[in-house]
T-cell receptor
Framework: EAQVTQNPRYLITVTGKKLTVTCSQN?????MSWYRQDPGLGLRQIYY???????DKGDVPEGYKVSRKEKRNFPLILESPSPNQTSLYFC???????????FGEGSRLTVL | AQSVTQLDSQVPVFEEAPVELRCNYS??????LFWYVQYPNQGLQLLLK??????LVKGINGFEAEFNKSQTSFHLRKPSVHISDTAEYFC???????????FGAGTTVTVRA
């Protein structure tokens, strides 16, 4: 089954404790992206990657890091989480960034 | 840069009634347009897309949208909604020569019996 898998789905952590949200897709998509969803703001892009070892900043990259060492994986790293990073995070992928994104089910992060 | 405005944040509607969700975009160059749906506690999934050709686009679950270049709009419609259409709907736009997809703030549709 074609899917984008995120883990963990739910996480409560404390300020400053490094965490990683994993994302894996099994569709051989070149393009992968991370979004955060906040009420009234829709989805805002954090980082994206057009292929292995190619990443770029989206609209709200501050406080986040990503890597793309393999085509299928695109982890999101919060080196020192802060409460303003409490949000619902989505990973998505597509062929060649054509807008037809496949989304994961989301990871709800709470930073205390 | 492109941007998207969804004109209604909440749309309550009775079952079997029609619904229209309004979306306007701003861009000085050609765009691709999309509608995504997010059911409660799920990720987003593609409803329909406009890339080129006919301005009336049909999607899944009986939804359709019309691209109006002169009014820079891409409104979503369904002639008769079901309870199961209760969800949040997002309009999105990308430039035809760019990977970046910009989303609107979303419209929550609540269908009541």
């Amino acid at each position: 089954e074609a899917q984008v898998t995120q883990n963990p789905r739910y996480l409560i952590t404390v300020t400053g404790k490094k965490l990683t949200v994993t994302c894996s897709q099994n569709m051989n998509h070149e393009y992968m992206s991370w979004y955060r969803q906040d009420p009234g703001l829709g989805l805002r892009q954090i980082y994206y990657s057009m292929n292995v070892e190619v990443t770029d900043k989206g609209d709200v990259p501050e406080g986040y890091k990503v890597s793309r060492k393999e085509k299928r994986n695109f982890p999101l790293i919060l080196e020192s989480p802060s409460p303003n990073q409490t949000s619902l995070y989505f990973c998505a992928s597509s062929f060649a960034g054509n807008g037809e994104l496949f989304f994961g089910e989301g990871s709800r992060l709470t930073v205390l | 840069a492109q941007s998207v405005t969804q004109l209604d944040s909440q749309v309550p509607v009775f079952e079997e009634a029609p619904v229209e969700l309004r979306c306007n975009y701003s861009s000085s160059v050609s765009v691709y347009l999309f509608w995504y749906v997010q059911y409660p506690n799920q990720g987003l999934q593609l409803l329909l897309k406009y890339l080129s050709g006919s301005t009336l686009v049909k999607g899944i679950n009986g939804f359709e949208a019309e691209f109006n270049k002169s009014q820079t709009s891409f409104h979503l419609r369904k002639p008769s909604v079901h309870i199961s259409d209760t969800a949040e709907y997002f309009c999105a736009v990308s430039l035809t020569n760019d990977y970046k997809l910009s989303f609107g703030a979303g419209t929550t549709v609540t269908v009541r019996a």
